[in-house]
């Protein structure tokens, strides 16, 4: 019985929701096993404004300290 879900006394409106939610985690747990074949761990970097254009070098950076 692996891959049934009993809705009997649920509303049309709740089996939807429960609908939407299960492919949700299906998504979110195929994408989770592409990552680890893939051997991919999104980094984030912290990003801050600036209106520095170009490149600086760590001197340029910490000089005014």
Known sequence: MAGVIDVRDLT???IKL????VECLRA???KRTGDEKQG???V???????????GLT???IYEHL
């Open 58 to 60: 760590r001197k340029e």
């Open 40 to 42: 991919v761990e999104e």
């Open 12 to 14: 049309e409106e709740e």
């Open 28 to 30: 979110k747990a195929k």
């Open 44 to 54: 984030v970097f912290a990003a801050h404004p600036s209106d520095v254009i170009g």
């Open 18 to 21: 429960l609908q939407d939610l």
